[in-house]
């Protein structure tokens, strides 16, 4: 029995190699289109989380606001500005039965405000003015654009939003509603 063994001819070398490069080249030009695509999903859910964990922690907030452990004095909860883009809290923290006042060296009282696009927070504050605010988020990442609360009753509604900063255009909102058992 004989074997006949036989090459590629050039045509079709030539051939396969033309198909090749067009294929090549396809993917070549898809790719970083989908490395952008990519790397803009990951800002966004970096965005979500960035977000949802600022939600979290004044959600956290305002639930222990009004929290006393005895006879405590004043406004728990105040809602500052006209856009109610700034919170004031107090809670008896170390359940003394009393809350320390913005002077106490372990104050009870709580801030929250909308400032230059980032969202900030400072113990021992009893207005939304002043230094020395904490950004809540890193400000070369995350830009909020809105932040309000407001209260009806007991319930109180927080309003979220944000961007990221290297792309501006990709944008999130959030929106809780809460109970106050302590107010």
Same mark, same amino acid.
């Given at each position: ?7 590629? &001819?050039?045509? +079709? ?12 080249? &396809? ?21 979500? +989380? ?8 004044? +959600?956290?907030a305002l639930r222990r606001?009004?929290? @006393?452990?005895? +006879? @405590? ?12 883009? @700034? ?10 039965? *009393? ?9 009870d009282f709580y801030g929250?405000?909308l400032r230059e696009e ?9 207005? @939304? ?10 400000? *070369? ?17 927080? &309003? ?18 809460? &109970?106050?058992?302590?107010?």
């Amino acid at each position: 029995m004989r074997l006949s063994s036989r090459g590629f &001819t050039l045509l +079709e070398i030539l051939v396969a190699m033309a198909i090749g490069s067009v294929l090549l080249l &396809t993917a070549a030009r898809f790719l970083p289109m989908l490395q952008q695509q990519n790397l803009r999903l990951l800002v966004q859910v970096q965005l979500q +989380e960035e977000l949802l964990q600022i939600m979290h922690r004044l +959600e956290k907030a305002l639930r222990r606001a009004g929290y @006393c452990h005895g +006879e @405590c004095v004043g406004n728990a909860l105040e809602i500052r500005a006209p856009a109610g883009d @700034c919170l004031l809290l107090r809670w008896d923290e170390s359940s003394s039965g *009393r809350w320390r006042g913005p002077a106490a060296a372990e104050s009870d009282f709580y801030g929250y405000r909308l400032r230059e696009e980032k969202l900030e927070m400072q113990r021992g504050v009893a207005s @939304c003015d002043g230094r020395n605010w904490e950004s809540l988020s890193d400000p *070369r990442v995350l830009g909020i654009s809105d932040f309000r609360v407001q209260r009806q009753h007991q319930q109180i509604r927080i &309003t979220l939003g944000g961007f990221a900063r290297q792309w501006p255009q990709v944008t999130y909102r959030l929106e809780h509603w809460l &109970t106050a058992e302590n107010l």
